[in-house]
Every structure is written in structure tokens, then in C-alpha cells.
């Protein structure tokens, strides 16, 4: 699961009042700072816990650099507020992929120094995960989980999308993602159902989408608009195959849970950690940044979290029991695909972007 996919919901949705707000608040904690100190924006609870395990304490130790964390999801307009009123007050900011792209096109963001990168470290990223104005350290997937007491082991269980759609062959009560957002939904899966190959997604067919999708509207028991929505769902067995973040069916599976996850046709996803425009300690904050690729600390990160490292040779690193639950395990690479976040945000002759014209499109469907 993207850590901040369901709070990037919200902060959509806040006015510019709330949103100024709480970037005073940001800027408070600039003023308190100190030469030396590093300001990093990270999400709350248990994930800046682990966050800071894996990525603050060691790079601490070995460069005496104090780290501030902002413990709160920052939206595009904080963000641009920030830079267009010359008071950054937050050195590394932490977005969805998409977003940093709307972050980086708008000007709001310095673009990243990778001569500094350890070159071993940087080869062995994964692409997409290396933008010019950001780095993605983890990635997580969305996926086909079934109830393994209504689809046991042995017995016929849907393979792919397609299969998913075929409520005959195989009747179950099903939920999927909802498409309220734009940026996020059922889309390529709808599109996956149709026929459509992995390595053809995009640029998406938007009217075959929603053709797809009118065929198993009928048979989703809900629309879920968070992770913790769907967690609940499976663990409560009011669905018996879903559309899920691999991390919540893991924290299921952990808990010995009937839930297994199908790794075909999966979706990548992944945040990306960037400097704002007039950071105060930029030069600092690109030695973080940095530090992010690292094989060991990524490691680190996916032994206390189920998030895949983007920089493979971490992959030896993590025993194999823990390296098989993440979503870019290179045995999973030729099932799998990864989102498309540029063609989400290309914007239209009618100025508006995909994802918007997505979000648009869902509204007058579900109606339907």
C-alpha cells in the first residue's frame, strides 16, 4: 500500500485556509531549527516509526546531522505555498508519484543531484523510481486477494482479471477500489478484464474502461475508498475476492488469516522524497536523499514493513520468507507492471489532466 494514498484523499479535498494552516505550523518548526539540521517530511504513526529505523538513525550516526521529522502528509498547495511565498520550511518532502509530477511541473521542486549517488546503488534502482527532481526508496502493489476457505488450495481459483470479471466460473462476493479519486482505481484492471496486455495499459482507452467495468458493476458488493476499509472487509469475510494493497492483505496473512495474495497481473506503485524549491539546507537535503538508495537500509525498511525495495541488490539482504510477501521481488517482475503516473497527470487540450477527466467520468457512471 502507498502510505499516503488515503491521506492524499483528504488533503485534496481541504480548503486553502486549512491548508495554510497547517503549513504555519511547518514553519514554525523551521524557525526553531538549527545550522545542521534536516527537516523531512514523512507520514505518521508506525511508518515514520519504521521510517526513521531504517533511513534517519543510521544516516544520524554516520554524518552527525540532526533530522527534524514532519510527521504529516503536505498537499501540492502547502507545497507550492511554501516555495511561491519564499518560506520553505520543510527540506524533503515525501509524495505519491503522481503528485510529484504536478509538484515538479509546477517548479516547486530542485532537481536531483545523482552524481552523488553511490553508482552500484543507482544501477541497480529500478527506473521509474528515479526521477530527475525525486527518488522512490520502496515500492508496494495493488492485487487480487482471495479468502482461502472459499478458494482453497487445489481447487479453481482466478488467475488474472479476466477471471476476476467471470462471476460464473467463479461466483464469490467481490469488492473492488473506487474510482472517485482519478488517480487511483479499477481502471487498468478493468482494462486487464478486457483483454488488454500489461505492456499496452497506457495510454488508457478510457471508454473501454468504463465498458468493462459496466460488466461487473452488478456483482461488487462495495467500493472501497481506503485501506483500512478493505482490511476490515476481508478479516470480517464480507467479501471473498478483492482488489487490495499488498500491504493490508499481508498484515492479514500475518495474522493468520485465510487471505492469500495473487502476484499476476499486479500493480507497482511507489512515493517519491524531494526537495522543495529554496530549501534552506538543500545541500544536505540531497545527501539524505541519497542515502535512500542505499541496499542495507532498504533492507532495513522491508523487514519492519512489507515495502519492496526499489534498489535490487537489497533483495540479498532480506531472508526469503520476508523478500517473497513484496511486490518487486524480481521473481514477480514478468507478471507485474507499474503504474503509470506520467499519463495521469498529462493534461488534455481541455486543461485537464487524465487522472481529473477519470475522476469526472466515475462520477456520472456510478450514478448510472
Given at each position: 500500500?502507498?502510505?499516503?494514498?488515503?491521506?492524499?484523499?483528504?488533503?485534496?479535498?481541504?480548503?486553502?485556509?486549512?491548508?495554510?494552516?497547517?503549513?504555519?505550523?511547518a514553519?514554525g518548526?523551521?524557525?526553531?531549527?538549527?545550522?545542521?539540521?534536516?527537516?523531512?517530511?514523512?507520514?505518521?504513526?508506525?511508518?515514520?516509526?519504521v521510517?526513521?529505523?531504517?533511513f534517519?538513525?543510521?544516516?544520524?550516526?554516520?554524518?552527525?546531522?540532526?533530522?527534524?521529522?514532519?510527521?504529516?502528509?503536505?498537499?501540492?498547495?502547502?507545497?507550492?505555498?511554501?516555495v511561491?511565498s519564499?518560506?520553505?520550511?520543510?527540506?524533503?518532502?515525501?509524495?505519491?508519484?503522481?503528485?510529484?509530477?504536478?509538484?515538479?511541473?509546477?517548479?516547486y521542486?530542485?532537481?536531483?543531484?545523482?552524481?552523488?549517488?553511490?553508482?552500484?546503488?543507482?544501477?541497480?534502482?529500478?527506473d521509474?523510481?528515479?526521477?530527475?527532481?525525486?527518488?522512490?526508496?520502496?515500492?508496494?502493489?495493488?492485487?487480487?486477494?482471495w479468502?482461502?476457505?472459499?478458494?482453497?488450495?487445489?481447487?479453481?481459483?482466478?488467475?488474472?482479471?479476466?477471471?476476476?470479471?467471470?462471476?460464473?466460473?467463479?461466483?464469490?462476493?467481490?469488492?473492488l477500489?473506487?474510482?472517485?479519486w482519478?488517480?487511483?482505481?479499477?481502471?487498468?484492471?478493468?482494462?486487464?478484464?478486457?483483454?488488454?496486455?500489461?505492456?499496452?495499459?497506457?495510454?488508457?482507452?478510457?471508454?473501454?474502461?468504463?465498458?468493462?467495468?459496466?460488466?461487473?458493476?452488478?456483482?461488487?458488493?462495495?467500493?472501497?475508498?481506503?485501506?483500512?476499509?478493505?482490511?476490515?472487509?476481508?478479516?470480517?469475510?464480507?467479501?471473498?475476492?478483492?482488489?487490495?494493497?499488498?500491504?493490508?492483505?499481508?498484515?492479514?496473512?500475518?495474522?493468520?488469516?485465510?487471505?492469500?495474495?495473487?502476484?499476476?497481473?499486479?500493480?507497482?506503485?511507489?512515493?517519491?522524497?524531494?526537495?522543495?524549491?529554496?530549501?534552506?539546507?538543500?545541500?544536505?537535503?540531497?545527501?539524505?536523499?541519497?542515502?535512500?538508495?542505499?541496499?542495507?537500509?532498504?533492507?532495513?525498511?522491508?523487514?519492519?514493513?512489507?515495502?519492496?525495495?526499489?534498489?535490487?541488490k537489497?533483495?540479498?539482504?532480506?531472508?526469503?520468507?520476508?523478500?517473497?510477501?513484496?511486490?518487486?521481488?524480481?521473481?514477480?517482475?514478468?507478471?507485474?507492471?507499474?503504474?503509470?503516473?506520467?499519463?495521469?497527470?498529462?493534461?488534455?487540450?481541455?486543461?485537464?489532466?487524465?487522472?481529473q477527466?477519470?475522476?469526472?467520468?466515475?462520477?456520472?457512471?456510478?450514478?448510472?
Open positions: 500500500m502507498s502510505l499516503l494514498i488515503n491521506r492524499r484523499h483528504f488533503m485534496q479535498a481541504t480548503s486553502s485556509a486549512v491548508a495554510f494552516g497547517a503549513l504555519s505550523s514553519s518548526l523551521a524557525r526553531a531549527g538549527t545550522a545542521g539540521e534536516l527537516r523531512v517530511n514523512m507520514s505518521g504513526g508506525n511508518w515514520a516509526e521510517f526513521k529505523e531504517a534517519v538513525k543510521p544516516f544520524e550516526a554516520e554524518t552527525g546531522i540532526r533530522v527534524v521529522p514532519i510527521e504529516q502528509d503536505l498537499s501540492t498547495s502547502q507545497i507550492g505555498l511554501m511561491e519564499n518560506n520553505v520550511s520543510i527540506d524533503i518532502v515525501q509524495a505519491v508519484a503522481q503528485d510529484h509530477l504536478v509538484q515538479a511541473a509546477a517548479g521542486l530542485e532537481r536531483i543531484d545523482y552524481s552523488i549517488f553511490n553508482k552500484d546503488d543507482l544501477d541497480n534502482t529500478l521509474y523510481c528515479k526521477e530527475p527532481f525525486g527518488f522512490g526508496p520502496y515500492v508496494s502493489s495493488q492485487n487480487m486477494v479468502n482461502t476457505e472459499k478458494f482453497p488450495a487445489g481447487k479453481p481459483r482466478p488467475s488474472n482479471w479476466a477471471e476476476f470479471w467471470d462471476v460464473e466460473k467463479f461466483p464469490g462476493t467481490r469488492s477500489e473506487t474510482g472517485a482519478g488517480g487511483e482505481g479499477p481502471f487498468e484492471e478493468a482494462l486487464l478484464a478486457d483483454g488488454v496486455a500489461m505492456d499496452a495499459l497506457y495510454p488508457m482507452d478510457i471508454d473501454r474502461v468504463f465498458a468493462s467495468l459496466d460488466k461487473i458493476k452488478p456483482h461488487i458488493r462495495k467500493w472501497w475508498a481506503s485501506g483500512s476499509e478493505i482490511l476490515q472487509m476481508l478479516r470480517d469475510d464480507v467479501v471473498e475476492i478483492a482488489h487490495s494493497y499488498d500491504g493490508r492483505a499481508n498484515s492479514l496473512i500475518d495474522a493468520g488469516e485465510p487471505i492469500e495474495i495473487n502476484r499476476n497481473q499486479a500493480k507497482l506503485t511507489w512515493d517519491i522524497y524531494a526537495i522543495p524549491k529554496g530549501s534552506p539546507n538543500g545541500e544536505l537535503a540531497q545527501k539524505f536523499i541519497a542515502s535512500l538508495a542505499r541496499p542495507d537500509r532498504q533492507a532495513t525498511l522491508a523487514k519492519l514493513f512489507a515495502q519492496s525495495p526499489s534498489n535490487k537489497a533483495y540479498s539482504l532480506i531472508p526469503d520468507d520476508i523478500a517473497r510477501k513484496l511486490a518487486a521481488h524480481p521473481d514477480y517482475a514478468s507478471i507485474s507492471y507499474p503504474s503509470n503516473p506520467k499519463w495521469y497527470a498529462e493534461v488534455g487540450p481541455d486543461g485537464l489532466t487524465n487522472s477527466r477519470l475522476t469526472e467520468r466515475w462520477q456520472e457512471w456510478i450514478l448510472r
